[in-house]
């Protein structure tokens, strides 16, 4: 019961910081299936809004890394920040509009050319799902495994393509430093 309340405090106080960003994507809540993504240290940690609780790939309180809820408060964990993704209609990066946080070298060419077919294949497959589908698809993972971050979970809910831009961007990074 405590949980909820704060879930709705939290929400309120979410909802009503939310103004910021791009003129297109103004609004003044949080919406059930909104991606959201917080700062955890060098990383940053995401999951999808129902509505009541956040669902994300991670550590769950039993230590198992898997599917699970968790409430609002326990998302933001203190975060600097907390941002809403927004995913854009055809293949590509998501933008994020941050919230104020009420918690307080050489690369070979085959290389290039792997990276260039696998982007081609995901804009092939690439779907944005409404807010309701996204949800939908979080709540049906729930107790599973094998995501290899909090944001390829997130990713895929939203477009079906399991990904993270973030391990993509490291992995840009080393192919540039180690040389082949």
């Not at 927004?86 to 070298?105: D, E, H």
């Not at 049906?140 to 809910?157: I, P």
């Amino acid at each position: 019961m405590a949980d909820q309340l704060l879930n709705i405090l939290l929400k309120g106080l979410l909802g009503q910081a939310f103004s910021s960003g791009s003129p297109r994507h103004r609004r003044r809540e949080l919406v059930r299936g909104d991606v959201l993504c917080v700062r955890n240290g060098l990383s940053n940690r995401y999951g999808i809004w129902t509505g009541e609780v956040v669902i994300l790939y991670g550590k769950s309180l039993g230590g198992t890394k898997k599917v699970h809820r968790c409430s609002l408060k326990d998302f933001l964990q203190e975060s600097e920040s907390c941002s809403v993704c927004v995913f854009p209609k055809t293949y590509g990066r998501m933008k994020k509009y941050q919230l104020p946080s009420p918690v307080s070298s050489i690369v070979m060419p085959q290389h290039k050319m792997w990276r260039w077919l696998e982007q081609a294949e995901k804009a092939r497959r690439y779907k944005r799902y409404t807010h309701e589908e996204t949800a939908d698809r979080a709540e049906r993972s729930l107790g599973k495994t094998g995501y290899t971050s909090s944001e390829h979970f997130a990713v895929w809910c939203k477009t079906g393509i399991a990904e993270s831009h973030e391990l993509e961007a490291m992995q840009d990074f080393w192919d540039k430093v180690i040389v082949y």
